[in-house]
């Protein structure tokens, strides 16, 4: 009899099926807040054991630098291939729709040995949530989100008294520096302090949570409409230093780079984020007066190169 776990992430439900197999890691801090019980938009079946036999076609796209995996297109559906960070020996196949709304998974069976006295057999196929979500579940969803109006970023969201902060950064701008002096205020919930999403309905732009977390470990599934988009860097002071452009979003972005229809709605998508939002560039020192810095901003608005004091 099969099995199911459901998932909502951004917006965009995920169904998660398997039989003759047990999924390990669960339950699983980062994913229990992101559980649903409603439609799905991608559904995925896991098959355990050898890997699947098939011929390569044509390379899309090689991300073995960045995330160990290959793109590969296949008559009429795209194979993902992932690999082991520390062996680069290959661990799980995926046969995917050129939409990427549904693949069937083939994972590298694994020895699952109970702690205690159980009917699951000693050498029972196994299968990691984490392992498959990254990359495998970040690469379906970028592709979604492409074509949906919507894109992942480098960046920590917070719901401030339900105003929507992004504070976008890369690799030691600060990230999760400036969650730990957020997280202790009243009406502040941390959505994420490394991947976060941003989509647009009705006219209105929204701030997701993900299950991919930074060094402050926070991962939300909630949402709340998108109000301020800082690009974020440490300074010798609060200030902020000008208005911000797509050449500041450009290397934040999570790119469907294989897809180009998907490329150019998002690169539309984030031209219309950053003609509508208020999004600046801002330097902070690592004191807790970046938040009251912050907050007037979003009370009085500043002007470029203006100091709040």
């Not at 008559?75 to 046969?95: A, G, M, P, Q």
Request: net charge positive; hydrophobic share 35%; charged share 25%.
């Amino acid at each position: 009899m099969d099995r199911e776990l459901k998932l909502q992430i951004g917006g965009i439900g995920i169904s998660i099926n398997w039989d003759g197999s047990k999924m390990t890691d669960w339950p699983h801090p980062h994913y229990q807040d992101f559980m649903y019980e409603g439609k799905t938009e991608v559904n995925l079946k896991i098959h355990c054991g050898n890997l699947p036999s098939y011929p390569q076609d044509k390379l899309i796209f090689d991300g073995e630098e960045t995330g160990c995996w290959k793109l590969y297109r296949k008559n009429s559906r795209y194979v993902i291939e992932t690999y082991d960070t520390l062996t680069h020996k290959k661990n799980k196949v995926c046969f995917v729709k050129p939409d990427f709304s549904s693949g069937d998974i083939y994972v590298d069976s694994q020895s699952y040995k109970p702690h205690q006295p159980s009917k699951i057999p000693s050498s029972y196929p196994v299968w990691s949530l984490p392992s498959l979500m990254q990359p495998l579940g970040q690469l379906l969803l970028i592709n979604i989100l492409a074509r949906g109006g919507g894109t992942m970023v480098h960046g920590l969201g917070i719901n401030d008294g339900g105003k929507g902060i992004a504070f976008v950064g890369g690799s030691g701008a600060g990230k999760s520096t400036l969650a730990g002096l957020w997280q202790d205020q009243e009406r502040v919930d941390i959505l994420s302090d490394e991947h976060i999403i941003i989509r647009k309905k009705n006219e209105q732009f929204w701030l997701y949570g993900t299950p991919w977390p930074g060094m402050a470990m926070a991962a939300s599934s909630k949402k709340v409409g998108l109000e301020k988009l800082f690009f974020i860097g440490h300074f010798s002071e609060n200030k902020i230093l000008g208005q911000a452009s797509l050449s500041d979003l450009f290397p934040l972005l999570f790119l469907p780079f294989w897809d180009e229809i998907g490329l150019s709605k998002t690169m539309q998508f984030c031209e219309d984020l950053l003609r509508r939002m208020d999004c600046r560039r801002l330097g902070f020192s690592k004191d807790k007066g970046i938040v009251r810095f912050v907050r007037e901003i979003n009370q009085k608005g500043v002007r470029r190169n203006e100091k709040v004091h």
